[in-house]
């Protein structure tokens, strides 16, 4: 991805090349040149992949923002396709951060030049964007050629089939893998004060999290004894820390920074708060809920599909003030059974997802050979 060296979006790809090595393939991994290299890819690099950096295009997070920037980036994507034939490859990997991002007609015919199947996942999609124009009919040309498509939710792979007027019938939903060490519930923390967290980037348009500060600086919170403590950075901390200081929210809202073992993070708090307005399944709620906690989440992307109301955790049927701030009072009135929620999250997650689409997508290529 270009917005960050590093998310939730890049532990899929980096499993399947660190599986592709495993089992004796050779791997090239092309990706944006951050000016040092992340250490999962490092580890492949140690592992025998081949890093392949290009320079970096970003241009926002909207439709129209993606399609000002269409032709640029068709540029430089011509220009890594041409890198790329000299290698041959058997198989094509697109790892995608939302659906607009690999509709090129180059991508197609990478594939087909080479005889290498193409297959494409999916990590997130826009809830209420339509297709552009420029990207409609090769999109639908793109998906329809390619050997497989994954999409981390059913809602994901349910809108792109409506953005691209199409019924997919190479389509998988697969889950991220988390990054655990175990899958142990966390100690509860037995504090009267209840602590609230948010682990992600600190993008406020696509993780909502002005919305949950308006929220949180309404008087009947002001009453009431919690913390919110943010773990990550992003290109909006200075501004949430304003936000911070507009609703006078400095004695509850924590900047954590990154905390790289999850586990720490909810040994402390007891609930995850996601009011995005974009997601895939994402891997911070993924986690939360196998380390045993409770979530209060918008409706959009998997984020429903994980999450039950009254049953493991909270769902607000839309990113805003309004019904957001409703699913908060709802958590708040059965905070004395927020350890219970958290169990039942752990259960029903456990039941419902296979961290093995690694393996999946792998053995799938292998298979069609």
């Not at 290009?54 to 909207?62: C, D, Q, V």
């Not at 498509?149 to 007027?165: I, K």
Request: glycine share 8%.
């Amino acid at each position: 991805m270009a917005g960050a060296s590093w998310g939730g979006s890049e532990e899929l790809w980096v499993k399947c090349a660190a599986y592709a090595l495993e089992k004796g393939h050779s791997v090239v991994v092309s990706v944006y040149d951050w000016g040092a290299l992340h250490p999962k890819l490092q580890q492949l690099k140690e592992k025998g992949a081949e890093i392949s950096l290009r320079k970096r295009i970003f241009y926002g997070g909207s439709a129209s923002q993606r399609i000002k920037g269409f032709f640029i980036k068709k540029m430089f994507a011509a220009k890594e396709i041409q890198a790329l034939k000299k290698y041959s490859p058997d198989a094509i990997v697109i790892s995608q951060g939302t659906i607009y991002e690999c509709m090129f007609p180059e991508f197609s015919a990478l594939a087909g030049s080479t005889g290498g199947k193409l297959s494409v996942i999916t990590q997130a999609n826009s809830e209420y964007e339509t297709i552009p124009a420029l990207c409609f009919e090769t999109g639908r040309k793109l998906f329809r050629s390619a050997f497989q498509l994954y999409f981390v939710s059913r809602r994901n792979m349910e809108v792109a089939e409506r953005q691209l007027a199409m019924k997919f019938e190479n389509a998988t939903v697969v889950s991220n893998p988390a990054n655990l060490q175990s899958y142990e519930v966390c100690k509860w923390n037995g504090s009267a004060t209840v602590n609230f967290a948010f682990a992600g980037r600190l993008n406020s348009t696509v993780k909502g999290l002005g919305v949950l500060l308006q929220v949180l600086g309404r008087p009947e919170w002001k009453q009431r004894s919690w913390q919110l403590n943010l773990y990550g950075k992003g290109e909006d901390e200075e501004y949430l820390k304003e936000l911070v200081k507009l609703y006078q929210l400095e004695s509850n809202v924590n900047f954590k920074g990154f905390v790289n073992d999850i586990k720490q993070v909810w040994e402390l708090n007891h609930v995850l708060l996601m009011a995005s307005t974009l997601e895939g399944t994402p891997l911070s709620l993924i986690e939360a809920m196998l380390s045993g906690r409770t979530a209060v989440v918008s409706d959009v992307g998997g984020n429903a599909e994980l999450i039950r109301e009254g049953v493991n955790g909270f769902v607000a049927e839309a990113p805003s003030v309004n019904s957001f701030g409703k699913a908060m009072e709802r958590m708040w009135t059965r905070k004395a059974e927020l350890q219970s929620f958290g169990l039942a999250a752990s259960h029903s997650i456990s039941e419902q997802l296979k961290f093995d689409a690694h393996e999946q997508i792998i053995n799938a290529l292998e298979k069609s050979r």
